[in-house]
Structures are given as C-alpha cells and as structure tokens.
C-alpha cells in the first residue's frame, strides 16, 4: 500500500467519508480533445487546428481532426455517464462549430450537435454543465489578434448569447471560461500551447480581455435568466524553493500570477498590486462587470508548485513546459511524493491547503467553490495509480470541508483518454479507455470508472 505523503495511507478500498446529499459528482472534457469531426458540418478553423497543423508544435505530431470521435460516438459516451453513475456533465462548446468566423453567421448543424448533446443527457438524467470557451478561439478571429484585443470579449458575448438562447431550456449551470490563466501563460507568454505567441507579459492584456469576455458573458447569461453561473480557474499551492528572501519573493510572485491575477478581479473587483502598468489602459468601469456575484467558484487542482528565484541550473517544468530565463521566477521539481505518468506530483494535501488558503484570503467575497478539475495520466487499464490518486483527492477535498470550506461539487478530469494539448496523445487522463493506437476509438472503462461508480453508488 502506498502511503500518500499527507500522511494518510491511500487504501482505495476503505469507504470514502460522506459527502453532502445535495454534492454535485461529476466528470470533465473539452471539445478540442475529444470531438473530432473538424471539417464536418460547418465546423470552422480554431487557433488549435492551426497550431497542431504547424511542425513541432505537438509533441507525437498528431492533431485534434479525429480525437475521441466523440461528434459521433457520443450517444456511447453518454451511456457510460449514466451507468458510471454521475449527476453531472462538465463538456465544453466550441465556438467555431457555433460560429465558423467566430462571429456573424450562425451554423445551425454546429448548434445542434449540443441540442442533441443536451438532450441525451437530459435523457440519461445527467445534469448539461456546458464550458463556453476551453481554449479554442475562432481562427478568424485570432487572425485578428485574438485575446489581444478588446474587441474579442464583445464577439464572445454575441456567440454566448446564441448558446445560450438555443440551451438555456435546459441548461442550469454554465462555466464562462476554463483557466484563462492557462491561455495567457502558455498560450501567449512563453508559446507552448496555441496560439504560440511568446510575449512574456507583454501578455497581460489577455488575462484582462478574458476576464471582461467572462464578465459580458455573466450579463448575458443573467438576461437570459440563468441562475448558476462560474467560471473555472487553475489554482495550486505555491511553495518557496527554500527560506530564501529571494525564493520567497519568487514564490510571492509566482502565486500572484497562479492564484490572484484571476481571482483578485472576479471576487474583489481589482487587481493584484504590480500588474496595473501591464494593463491594457484604464480598467475601472470593466471591473464592475468582472467582479458580478458568481453562483460558484470552480478550481481546477492538479498539483502545487515549487518555486524559486530565477537560476538557469534549475530545470523543472510545469505542464510539461520549460520555463525561459527571462522570467523572475524558476521551477523546482517537487521531490518526496510520488509522480503520475506526466511527472506531476501527486500531493492530495495540496487541495486541503489550497482551499483553506482561499476561503482565508477571500472569506466571504468567496462564493461556494466546486472542484471542475481534478485527475492524473496514467497508462493501463488496470489503473490502480489513479484509483489511490482520486481517493486520496476526495479525503483531502472532504478535510477542507471540514475545515469548513463550502465546495458544492467535484469533476473529474477526464471521462475518457484525449488528445492532451501540445502533448497529443501521449498522456491519459481518461476513465476510460481510447483505443488510439489501433484506430477502433474502442471505450473500454478502466478500473478507476468501476471504482468511483461503486464509491458513488455508496454515498447514496
Ligand atoms: C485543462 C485540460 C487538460 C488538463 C490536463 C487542464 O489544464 O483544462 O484541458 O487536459 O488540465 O493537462
């Protein structure tokens, strides 16, 4: 038996604690890396198809064209929801199958891909948890500049509003954005993800952009009478490489950018000190639309970070990506702790900490918190790594509750193996089983699925 190294043996097969009645047990997935079908019905370029068709870019050198297939194959993927047993479905809408030129003409095909979507789910009693945007801007519009400019965030509220108008019958929940933090650093500061651009902070101004597209949205939303709104944001604990005055001041820096950049403007209506020479001009009037009431606060967790003050000699990675020497701040690998198949550590206790951290940093400003993301890659059917991993998760989400943290849910990242990013198909996130390699698309549930169906069927 491992024993997790927040000192509590991980023994998947003891009973989880209770969970509240009313908790919200999901799994997570995104267009890009499950639906394929990209040139089909309409469907127009996104920045992720330019970007994988571009040499190097992805790493096993394949692209999102065919995924999971899930365009296809989803009335399949729908019946394993049901049977793992799951209230709800966090997927995400891609834009440029709503919008081909990401603004103007709707494509109607697009829309009712996710009307059917919706309804199946409906049908399988599983609540729609739609994501508005997981990354994957329009071409034509980051042709145009992207999340560089302004003018973005008012096309994405005029493309919510069509989503909205077709779902919102019966969708009850939406999430705005996945992890803007994510876009802008990898995506436009250091250019491992799509779009590619390598601005460091000069990339600042699409954190700012994403967030009034996200504040828009919440408008939109609202008039169209929804009453469950959040957004999810990538958070982690930040720890100093050392006692250090300067890793100090490095991991400081750091947590600025991982955990305040985006919740600072959402839940205190303003920015962390440091950033406003960064912004793209005055941002008053943008921020009381930012910092609107959310229904929850959705946190993608995944691991904490160690950092330190830059030195070229050190060479961790985050997400898979080196970080350039220009920045002010290094990464430290995380030792003592076991490590998933994508070397990230596992620390369940990271969550405790983190989630305290925030209900003490925002106490009441804080809305209910709901867990959007949380996984592993592990290869194998047999995935007994990712059963310790998610049990270990669930312990330390219950810890914080107890700690008296309000998390309203928790979402599973991912229902089945995808196509991960920059990283292709070389890392499984999934539940379930993809057949890539064979071409078949074949399901097959791992023992992690049967896991947390028997761990949910027991909370009943
Ligand atoms: C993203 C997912 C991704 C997962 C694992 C999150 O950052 O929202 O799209 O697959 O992490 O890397």
Redesign the pocket.
């Known amino acids: 038996m491992t024993t997790l190294p927040s000192g509590r043996p991980a023994d998947p097969s003891a009973p989880l604690p209770r969970f509240p009645a009313n908790f919200l047990w999901g799994v997570s997935t ?1 267009a890009t ?1 499950i639906e394929g079908a990209v040139r089909e019905d309409g469907r127009g370029p996104s920045s992720w198809d330019a970007f994988a068709a571009e040499p190097g870019r992805i790493k096993d050198g394949s692209d999102a064209s065919v995924a999971a297939d899930h365009y296809h194959r989803y009335p399949e993927d729908v019946a394993l929801l049901k049977d793992l047993g799951v209230g709800g479905y966090r997927f995400s809408v891609s834009w440029s199958r709503v919008l081909p030129e990401g603004a103007g003409p709707v494509n109607k095909a697009g829309l009712d891909f996710y009307d059917r979507l919706v309804d199946a789910l409906c049908e399988a009693g599983v609540r729609p948890v739609p994501t508005l945007f ?2 994957d801007t329009p071409l034509a519009l980051e042709e145009r500049g992207g999340w560089l400019e302004r003018d973005i965030a008012y096309r994405f509220a005029e493309y919510v509003d069509v989503v909205a108008e077709r779902l919102g019958d019966r969708v009850g929940r939406w999430i705005t954005l ?2 803007p933090a ?1 876009l802008t650093m990898l995506g436009h500061a250091l250019g491992d993800h799509a779009p590619g651009r390598r601005l460091l902070f000069d990339a600042v101004p699409v954190a700012h952009h994403q967030l009034l597209a996200h504040g828009l949205a919440v408008d939109v939303l609202r008039s169209r009478g929804s009453g469950s709104i959040g957004i ?1 944001n ?1 958070h982690g604990p930040t720890w100093a490489a050392s006692d250090s005055e300067a890793d100090r001041g490095a991991a400081d820096f750091y947590d600025l950018l991982l955990n305040q950049l985006f919740a600072d403007p959402l839940l205190l209506g303003r920015y962390p000190e440091g950033i406003a020479e960064m912004l793209p001009g005055p941002v008053e009037e943008d921020l009381r639309l930012i910092s609107q009431p959310l229904d929850w606060y959705g946190v ?1 967790y ?1 691991q904490p970070t160690r950092v330190g003050a830059p030195d070229p000699a050190v060479s961790a990675h985050f ?1 898979g990506i080196r970080i350039p020497p220009e920045m002010p701040f290094s990464l430290h690998p995380v030792e003592g702790y076991p490590h998933t198949a ?1 070397d990230w550590p596992v620390v369940p206790s990271g969550l405790t900490e983190l989630l305290v951290a925030f209900r003490d940093r925002y106490g009441d400003s804080l809305p209910p918190v709901v867990i959007t ?1 949380n ?1 592993c ?1 592990y290869e194998g059917i047999d995935d007994q790594d990712r059963i310790a991993y998610l049990d270990g998760h669930l312990r330390a989400l219950h810890d914080a509750m107890e700690a008296g943290v309000d998390v309203r849910g928790y979402f599973v ?2 229902l089945m193996d ?1 196509w ?2 920059a990283q292709g198909y070389a ?1 499984r ?1 999934g539940l379930v089983h993809v057949d890539f390699a064979d071409g078949s698309l074949t399901r097959t549930p791992k023992a992690s699925y049967g896991w947390l169906r028997d761990a949910l069927r027991a909370q009943k």
């Open positions: 995104s890396q997981h990354w996945n992890e994510e999810a990538s993608n995944y997400a994508f993301e996984g890659s990242w991912s995808n991960e990013w890392q996130f």
